[in-house]
């Protein structure tokens, strides 16, 4: 479940966004509930360990060890030279099981810092467009950038720097296997996409990443929203369209599951 009206309509205020949502409106859905919790062991139960059915991995268990090798290969990478300036590397963040993942550019000064993405006061207004389609880094969408480590005054990304760390995204990509993708901007839209297509031509549609064909859904970045407030609506408009993107390709799987 999302947040209800009321709850929405604050975060679409506090987007800077004059807020319409019609009365009745269902709410959106959220990502992926959480995994069902494993049945707690009874106590005093006298069942024979060796009759008991031996307890599955928990889901995503065997990519635990792929996950912090890569994370550990990432922090400690000096593919290029913005090695030499960082603070430290920013993996990523959230769920390893997210249907959702969010790509954005390149750490910032107080990611670089802290080494998460998306702290800043960008991420903050990240942080709320997410929230107002039901979505949270700690529940339910990952967060990674195309570019692990800071350049340097907040440069735009070399294409030899993203040339070295892509690899890692697409990694992390692999693993995560999410339902869909929201890029946020024009370079983490252009890098995933390889094209040189204005964001303004990207925006709308649904597009496809890597041989999954994973749906990827281009919207504004919120550091471009905070200089440009006048464009959140449009912004709004892209992220009610990756909700429904989502909500229809987990509807069709939830009907192919009831024919199989
Ligand atoms: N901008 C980005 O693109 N990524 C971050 O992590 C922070 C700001």
Known sequence: M?????????YLEALGI??????GAAPPTAAAPAPPAPPAAAAGTTAPAARAP????PPGAAAAPLWEALRAEVLGCTRCPLHLTRTQGVFGVG??????????????????RRGEPFVGAAGQLLDAMLR???????????????????????????????????????????LLKPKIILAVGRIAAQNLL????????????????????????????????LRTPAEKRKAWEDLK????VYQQLTQVAATDGHRT
């Not at 999302?2 to 604050?10: F, H, I, L, S, V």
């Not at 031996?54 to 991995?57: D, E, R, V």
């Not at 369209?241 to 429904?244: G, L, M, Q, V």
Request: glycine residues 6%; charged residues 25%; contains cysteine.
């Open 2 to 10: 999302g947040p209800p009206a009321q709850q929405r309509r604050e």
């Open 54 to 57: 031996a307890a599955p991995p």
């Open 241 to 244: 369209f990756a909700r429904n």
């Open 132 to 174: 107002a389609i039901g979505l949270d880094r700690a529940t339910n969408v990952y967060i990674a950038n195309i570019l692990k480590s800071r350049p340097p005054n907040n440069r735009d990304p070399r294409p030899e720097e993203v040339a070295a760390c892509m690899p890692y995204l697409t990694r992390q990509i692999a």
């Open 95 to 112: 769920p390893r099981r997210s249907d959702w993942l969010v790509v954005g550019e390149a750490p910032g000064a107080e990611e670089d």
């Open 194 to 225: 390889a094209t040189e297509a204005p964001l303004g031509r990207l925006r709308g549609a649904v597009h496809h990443f890597g041989e999954l064909k994973t749906p990827l859904v281009v919207t504004y970045h919120p550091a471009y929203l």
């Open 18 to 23: 004059e807020t319409w949502v019609p009365r």
